[in-house]
């Protein structure tokens, strides 16, 4: 239930905030990102199987703090489409399902040096998962972040970063069976910083 809550009151609270007429603000930074993310700890399945998806992301972020010194607080928003191979490693076969839906979530940025920031925020949102398992229902889920990482600036305001992320899919008892599906992410990012 506390995914249902949180997963459908912060785009609610986004919204009415970005629209808020709040003196005149302005974002002071705004991103986008493509983020490609590689599971290197799946959820083994009960019919002996892993599931492993691939997540090839587009994030799109803004700052919340006006004045901020070394850190800022970003909002973002990550609409997905992810290939997922249910792989049965011992017979080296592999059945191709997707995931599809969008995540929105927080992202606090603090800056070591001059060109390096490490972050670390969360995220969730609806999704759809076509793979159906004894472990967990096909259709509609929570899909619940957490990450860790670190960012350097290339040139020009374009960063590249490394980042840990924790998964966890389910579908808050809707439907059973409701087990969830864990994923732990080696994560690229590749961003563009647009500075007010």
Known sequence: MKNIKFGLLLPIFLLVYANSPAQNFRFREKSISTIFEYSV????LPEGTVYQPFLPLLNF???????????????????????????DREREISDKKF???LNVGIRYEYKIWPKFRVFGGAGSGPHYISAETTLQSKGFIFSDNLFLGIKREIKNK???GLRY???????AGLKQPNEGIDNHFTVIEISKSFNK
């Open 165 to 171: 992320q924790f998964r966890h899919i389910s579908n």
């Open 99 to 101: 995931e599809a839906g």
């Open 158 to 160: 374009f960063f590249v």
């Open 41 to 44: 700890i799946s959820e083994f």
């Open 61 to 87: 972020a803004f700052t919340v703090l006006k004045n901020p010194k070394k850190g800022n607080l970003f909002v973002y928003i990550e609409p997905q489409y992810n290939p997922v191979w249910i792989v």
